[in-house]
């Protein structure tokens, strides 16, 4: 089995974002693996363990991005592909999709594609499913469980998280999965993994090495543009603190404003 | 068909569409006033034209269905498909859909048969001279963001649940003007089967739910969630958590309120023995009206509540059940 699970490098989600001049910024936060992809890295290492084969984190970014595919070798992926490119920059979901979809099929045997749900920046949740559908393979998003997956017959079953609870699936693979958080606890890295890391030869491929060109990516393909970016207002008004002289009359208090507020 | 029409997918579950789907319709027929622009809605699969009949009585002018055993579960592939074929040959100006977890994933992929891709989570919608804007949340409800589209045809966009009003039932103006469709893909060529559902029954989903009660750390374990599953009973409305109760394994994570769980808007969130961190927050800012009760009056989670009570969740939600028991006769 090759398993491939693909991550974005984020600001930290504890980080103060704000906006300066139209642009984007989040002071001296660090730079971290996208916390839903810590659940694909995750996943993709213990298919891996128990199936055989081998699990490769692929990633699109800047040169710095590079840190992120060393964090899911200290993990324990086997590898890693850092793709980059100058003209890749203000490329939307689509042109993201093409570029790991080109990735994907340069890597030519893998079977298991691993995504997080989102990214927390972006936040959209698309790029999952424009990978399969640009591959031809089967999606499966919001994946909390993995129940089986046999090899030799090409079949894995997992169960969905949808609105009204798990949908449970079978799917012949290829597939290309998005999970949640409550499919795993990843592993913290491992000092002979954190060695490995430090080691590993990350190669980066190019546009060129992927049969793409400048016009199918970046600024010059987008479809969806960002045109402003603003916080948003902060929630009027301070908080009222309500304290009657018991928890009856307290509580009574707060029924009434509910009440008053219609929303009972 | 003209190049003016905006089309409408109405999401549904085993026969019954969701709320959000009629928010969507309602907000897409404001937009297709100022566009001066006719409303298709798009329902597929089980019980497809009784949902369309609700559809034309919620504003719809007309509507597409498709009933076929394809489509009985929601799968990407057989909708998705469904959808790009008539996007290709009837040309819509833009395709609304509720952004429930189904409708994001159709959405995507048919965005791509389309060449294109999906304005996701739209809180707002407005008409710049011909174009239509897009805001919708980034960096977890930290900053919004204005979208547009680029060159391409449709519009893909989704809408947050609960960000625009449900309209009201009027009389269907065109109470016929139904169509049936086939399907495109048959069952013989899809590689994903749905083999069943594990759903609790009655309970209410914490998307759609207008009244949300959670609780956090401040609990202290998963019987201490009696009082608040309590509270959210009384109220008709649905309990949710925060990670740190969801990583202790007192609720399910399918009750995770924040950044790495779900994103709600109630009218009313009552948190209970939650802190407030900036990760939680960023599930439940746009709730209308925030209630906070918890023992420390210095936890953020009082900076963005309207109602604050200081004291034991454990005195406080069983007095207020009782009261509200009271008051609404339940």
């Known amino acids: 089995m090759h398993i491939v699970a693909c991550v974005k490098q984020t600001p930290d989600s504890a980080a103060l974002i704000t906006v300066a001049d139209g642009r984007v910024g989040w002071g001296d936060a660090a730079m971290v693996v996208n916390p839903w992809d810590e659940y694909a890295i995750e996943e993709a290492i213990r298919l891996k363990e128990k199936h055989g084969g081998r699990a490769t984190a692929i990633t699109m970014g800047p040169e710095r991005a590079r840190d992120a595919l060393k964090s899911c070798i200290a993990m324990g992926c086997d590898g890693g592909v850092l793709v980059a490119d100058a003209a890749l920059a203000g490329s939307d979901a689509r042109a993201t999709a093409r570029v790991l979809a080109a990735a994907i099929?340069?890597?030519?045997?893998?079977?298991?594609?691993?995504?997080?749900?989102?990214?927390?920046?972006?936040?959209?949740?698309?790029?999952?499913?424009?990978?399969?559908?640009?591959?031809?393979?089967?999606?499966l998003s919001y994946v909390l469980q993995i129940s089986a997956l046999d090899a030799g017959a090409r079949t894995i079953e997992v169960a969905r998280l949808l609105e009204e609870g798990r949908q449970l699936c079978s799917a012949q693979l290829p597939v290309v999965i998005s999970v949640v958080r409550d499919i795993n606890e990843p592993r913290y890295p491992t000092f002979a993994g954190i060695r490995r890391a430090g080691t590993a030869q990350i190669p980066i491929w190019n546009l060129g090495d992927l049969g793409l060109d400048e016009l199918q990516v970046g600024a010059s393909a987008v479809t969806v543009a960002w045109q402003a970016v603003r916080a948003p207002a902060s929630r009027a008004g301070a908080v009222e603190i309500l304290a009657g002289d018991s928890v009856a009359a307290t509580v009574s208090m707060l029924a009434d404003r509910l009440q008053a507020e219609k929303l009972t | 068909?003209?190049?003016?029409?905006?089309?409408?997918?109405?999401?549904?579950?085993?026969?019954?569409?969701?709320?959000?789907?009629?928010?969507?319709?309602?907000?897409?027929?404001?937009?297709?006033?100022?566009?001066?622009?006719?409303?298709?809605?798009?329902?597929?699969?089980?019980?497809?034209?009784?949902?369309?009949?609700?559809?034309?009585?919620?504003?719809?002018?007309?509507?597409?269905?498709?009933?076929?055993?394809?489509?009985?579960?929601?799968?990407v592939e057989p909708f998705a498909s469904l959808l790009a074929s008539l996007v290709a040959a009837r040309q819509p100006r833009a395709v609304i859909a509720p952004a429930t977890a189904r409708v994001r994933e159709l959405i995507a992929t048919a965005a791509i048969d389309a060449g294109t891709t999906v304005m996701a989570d739209a809180i707002g919608l407005e008409v710049q001279g011909d174009a239509v804007q897009v805001t919708r949340p980034v960096y977890a409800g930290k900053l919004l963001c204005t979208v547009s589209g680029v060159g391409a045809q449709p519009l893909f966009i989704t809408l947050r649940p609960r960000a625009f009003p449900k309209p009201a039932v009027q009389v269907a103006q065109f109470p016929d003007a139904i169509e049936h469709v086939q399907a495109?893909?048959?069952?013989?060529?899809?590689?994903?089967?749905?083999?069943?559902?594990?759903?609790?029954?009655?309970?209410?989903?914490?998307?759609?739910?207008?009244?949300?009660?959670?609780?956090?750390?401040?609990?202290?374990?998963?019987?201490?969630?009696?009082?608040?599953?309590?509270?959210?009973?009384?109220?008709?409305?649905?309990?949710?958590?925060?990670?740190?109760?969801?990583?202790?394994g007192w609720v399910p994570y399918a009750h995770q309120v924040g950044q790495t769980g779900k994103t709600v808007a109630p009218d009313l969130y009552v948190a209970c023995g939650i802190s407030g961190a900036i990760q939680h927050q960023a599930g439940m800012r746009t709730s209308k009206i925030i209630v906070a009760i918890n023992k420390d009056r210095e936890a953020p989670i009082f900076s963005l509540a309207k109602y604050g009570v200081v004291g034991d969740l454990f005195e406080v939600l069983p007095a207020l059940s009782t009261e509200m028991r009271k008051r609404l006769g339940r």
């Open chain 2, 1 to 75: 068909m003209t190049q003016q029409d905006i089309w409408v997918y109405i999401d549904q579950h085993q026969g019954a569409a969701m709320s959000a789907s009629w928010e969507t319709l309602g907000a897409a027929c404001e937009l297709s006033t100022l566009l001066q622009a006719k409303v298709t809605a798009l329902v597929f699969g089980v019980n497809s034209e009784f949902i369309a009949r609700e559809a034309l009585a919620y504003g719809a002018s007309a509507a597409i269905c498709c009933d076929d055993a394809t489509l009985v579960d929601f799968r």
């Open chain 1, 105 to 139: 099929q340069k890597l030519g045997d893998v079977d298991v594609v691993i995504f997080g749900k989102q990214a927390i920046d972006g936040d959209s949740g698309i790029v999952p499913l424009a990978v399969a559908r640009l591959l031809g393979w089967s999606p």
């Open chain 2, 184 to 248: 495109v893909i048959a069952e013989d060529a899809l590689r994903v089967k749905v083999t069943g559902y594990d759903t609790v029954a009655g309970q209410v989903s914490l998307t759609d739910a207008s009244i949300i009660v959670s609780g956090g750390r401040g609990v202290g374990g998963p019987d201490g969630f009696a009082p608040v599953r309590e509270l959210a009973t009384v109220l008709g409305g649905a309990m949710g958590a925060s990670r740190a109760a969801v990583d202790a």
